[in-house]
T-cell receptor
Framework: SQKIEQNSEALNIQEGKTATLTCNYTNYSPAYLQWYRQDPGRGPVFLLL?????KEKRKERLKVTFDTTLKQSLFHITASQPADSATYLC???????????FGKGTMLLVSP | SQTIHQWPATLVQPVGSPLSLECTVEGTSNPNLYWYRQAAGRGLQLLFY??????ISSEVPQNLSASRPQDRQFILSSKKLLLSDSGFYLC???????????????FGQGTRLTVV
C-alpha cells in the first residue's frame, strides 16, 4: 500500500541554523509534491509545490528538493527563526486524481 | 480574494447525538471541496471530496456523510456520533482538478470535535 513517512520525532534546532525535514514515500509515483505548515489548532497553510520533473524549488528562505529515484523530498529552512516553529506536512498528488495524500508531519522547534 | 469559512471552531457532543459541520468558500467558482480529519498523533485523513454539486466521493467507510447542496457549500454530517469520531475536522478547497500540474489546497481553520 502507499505510504508517506515523515520523521515523527520533533526536530530541535537553534536559531540561525538550517532545518532539514524529510519526506519519504513508497508504492507511489506522484506527479508533484507539496509542503504545508500547520500551527497548533489551525489548518495547514501551503508553502511550496514541486513537480516530478523539477529537482529543486526555492522561495525566500525555503528550499525543496524532489528525488523521484530515491522517492524522497527534502525541505530546508535556512536562517531559521523561532517563528518557524510549527508542524510541517508533505503531501503527494497523483496525475489525474483530485486528491492529495498527506504525511503525518514533523514538528520543528527553533530555539532562540 | 478567496476565503474559506468553517464553523463551529469547537464542539462537544454526546455519544449518539447528530452532527452537522458547515464549510463555505467565497471568491471562487466550481471549487473542489474536501473534508479531512486529523486525529491526535495521526496525519490528515481524507474523508470526502466533491468535484461538483451533489457529487460526493467517500474515501473511508465510516459513520459520517457529506453533502454539497450548493457550489460553494460543503456539509459534514452524522446521525449518531461515536467516541471514535472525535478529532480535528478540516475543510479544504482547490480551484481545479489536481492534474499533472498540481494545485495548492486552501484549508479552513478547523473544528475541534470532542465526543463525550
Amino acid at each position: 500500500s502507499q505510504k508517506i513517512e515523515q520523521n515523527s520525532e520533533a526536530l530541535n534546532i537553534q536559531e540561525g541554523k538550517t532545518a532539514t525535514l524529510t519526506c519519504n514515500y513508497t508504492n507511489y509515483s506522484p506527479a508533484y509534491l507539496q509542503w504545508y505548515r500547520q500551527d497548533p489548532g489551525r489548518g495547514p497553510v501551503f508553502l511550496l509545490l514541486i513537480r516530478e520533473n523539477e529537482k529543486e524549488k526555492r522561495k525566500e528562505r525555503l528550499k525543496v528538493t524532489f528525488d523521484t529515484t530515491l522517492k524522497q523530498s527534502l525541505f530546508h529552512i535556512t536562517a531559521s527563526q523561532p517563528a518557524d516553529s510549527a508542524t510541517y506536512l508533505c503531501a503527494l498528488g497523483h496525475s489525474g486524481y483530485s486528491t492529495l495524500t498527506f504525511g503525518k508531519g514533523t514538528m520543528l522547534l527553533v530555539s532562540p | 480574494s478567496q476565503t474559506i469559512h468553517q464553523w463551529p471552531a469547537t464542539l462537544v457532543q454526546p455519544v449518539g447525538s447528530p452532527l452537522s459541520l458547515e464549510c463555505t468558500v467565497e471568491g471562487t467558482s466550481n471549487p473542489n471541496l474536501y473534508w479531512y480529519r486529523q486525529a491526535a498523533g495521526r496525519g490528515l485523513q481524507l474523508l470526502f471530496y466533491s468535484v461538483g454539486i451533489g457529487q460526493i466521493s467517500s474515501e473511508v467507510p465510516q459513520n459520517l456523510s457529506a453533502s454539497r447542496p450548493q457550489d460553494r457549500q460543503f456539509i459534514l454530517s452524522s446521525k449518531k456520533l461515536l467516541l471514535s469520531d472525535s478529532g480535528f475536522y478540516l475543510c479544504a478547497w482547490t480551484n481545479l482538478l489536481t492534474g499533472p500540474t498540481g494545485t495548492e489546497a486552501f484549508f479552513g481553520q478547523g473544528t475541534r470535535l470532542t465526543v463525550v
